[in-house]
């Protein structure tokens, strides 16, 4: 079959375009219910949030059995698995995988609570075993080769113990994912916010009336000022929800403008200037980003140039040159003949 005749045929070429906006149109409307399906299992998670931060505010207000009993019943534990929990407490993998970072490291990926870290650390501990066993399977017995035993063990090895360090690299990915969107999003929200402290509205409707706008643009930003606000209500010290978002996220310009606002309430200055100083702060701080990245883009262009264009533009020049010069020859040596 001429596979050249077939790609070239109209036909083809027609069910192949329809092939891909198919995909395409699939892709796009299928992507926007992921990240709706994504928005609401955040705000679930808030709500959930919200609602222990109130049971265990009233049972330290109130110090009752009754709202200890409450605060009891929200469990988050619920989401790990009988399993994890005993293997995490038979080989004390708390004291072998967690250190002071590790709570921090999990909510900067907007992983929080006991569930989550029991599932990492379960996670760290079955990754590198079940990583060797594979190694092990796929060196002797899958593929063997003209290897000895102790080489494949030894290979086998080495590959578990780099496999030990893929969780922590899929949790450093997660952060910088997520560090990324809300670096993103975060000089938006700060105009938002000053506009909605201008309007005359208090910090808590500002920053609920700010989630509720930036969703779109960063659902993990708006999870985290949701959480805020939830937290804003309920402790008694504001300062602590504003540390709180400051350490949840791991951004120097979020905690600045958290110590901003801390300062702000402690010392009764205005908020308003305090939000605006930061804002137009955020304004530049993105400027100087673009310039920058756009400073940085002629260098990272060179290779590709090099690689790519000029061979082509030398072909296109030479070209006619080359094929005059060996046509001339030919075409003299015919003479002669």
Aim: with cysteine; charged share 25%.
């Amino acid at each position: 079959m001429d596979i050249i005749g077939l790609v070239t045929q109209r036909e083809f070429l027609i069910a192949a375009l329809a092939a891909i906006s198919a995909t395409a149109a699939v892709f796009t409307f299928g992507s926007s219910l992921l990240v709706k399906q994504e928005l609401k299992g955040r705000i679930q998670r808030v709500a959930l949030e919200r609602e222990k931060m109130r049971a265990q505010e009233m049972s330290r207000l109130r110090g009752s059995s009754a709202a200890i009993a409450d605060r009891s019943s929200i469990r988050r534990d619920d989401n790990t698995k009988a399993y994890m929990r005993k293997a995490v407490d038979r080989f004390d993998l708390r004291k072998a995988f967690q250190d002071e970072n590790t709570l921090d490291q999990l909510s900067m990926a907007g992983l929080r609570g006991p569930a989550e870290l029991t599932k990492y650390l379960f996670v760290r501990f079955t990754t590198p075993v079940a990583v060797l066993l594979f190694a092990i399977f796929y060196l002797v017995v899958v593929a063997p080769g003209d290897r000895p035993m102790y080489l494949s063990l030894a290979y086998s090895v080495a590959i578990g113990v780099v496999g030990a360090y893929l969780p922590v690299l899929l949790l450093k990915n997660k952060i910088q994912k997520r560090q990324a969107s809300i670096r993103r999003a975060w000089p938006d929200v700060l105009d938002l916010m000053l506009l909605c402290v201008e309007a005359g509205m208090s910090m808590e409707h500002a920053i609920k009336r700010v989630a509720k706008e930036i969703g779109g643009q960063s659902p993990q930003l708006a999870e985290e000022l949701t959480l805020t606000n939830a937290e804003l209500s309920f402790l008694e010290d504001r300062s602590r929800a504003y540390e709180n978002l400051g350490r949840r996220t791991g951004l120097d310009n979020v905690k600045a403008v958290m110590t901003a606002l801390i300062q702000a309430d402690r010392y009764g200055t205005s908020v308003g200037q305090a939000l605006r100083v930061m804002a137009e702060e955020g304004r530049e701080a993105r400027m100087m980003e673009a310039e920058k990245k756009a400073a940085a883009l002629p260098p990272k262009l060179t290779v590709p140039l090099i690689l790519f264009l000029l061979p082509v533009l030398f072909i296109v020049v030479l070209s006619p040159a080359m094929i005059k010069v060996f046509s001339g020859s030919v075409a003299s040596t015919v003479g002669g003949g």
